[in-house]
């Protein structure tokens, strides 16, 4: 929204900042490794993708399409960190509430990005939604 940082967003991004995103977004900073940081800042950094993300936040403002949510006529599982500092846990219950016959899963422990701090809980919870395999 501020044309400024957003031409020195797309063109420097220290790679302390990225870090102390990283931590933000984790339920449990701690686990978040230094290989984390350089992938993440990595990511970051590659061509393309600070503009992209600068883009994305131009495209609609946050929440402009909230009042469609309860639109969605699919299964839906929604997965939430108890502990994401970015998006509030009351919004997984807005989303549940909103999204007729959905599932909501909290992980007591997790943050943001909880497919990322406990894959082998998150991808428990995927399959328990998905039920057992089709068979040929």
């Known amino acids: 929204m501020i044309p400024v940082l957003n031409r020195l967003a797309a063109n420097v991004l220290p790679r302390w900042l990225v870090a102390s995103s990283v931590k933000n977004v984790y339920g449990d900073p701690a686990k978040v ?15 393309g993708n600070r503009h992209a993300l600068l883009e994305r936040f131009r495209q609609a403002p946050p929440g402009a399409m909230a009042h469609r949510i309860s639109e969605v006529r699919v299964p839906t599982l929604i997965l939430w960190g108890a502990r994401d500092r970015l998006i509030p846990p009351a919004m997984a219950a807005r989303f549940h509430r909103d999204i007729a016959g959905s599932e909501l899963v909290i992980f007591d422990d997790l943050g943001h990005v909880p497919q990322e701090e406990d894959p082998w809980q998150t991808v428990a919870a995927v399959q328990a939604f998905l039920g057992p395999p089709a068979k040929p």
């Open 33 to 47: 490794s230094e290989e984390t940081i350089d992938r993440y800042f990595a990511m970051t950094v590659r061509e």
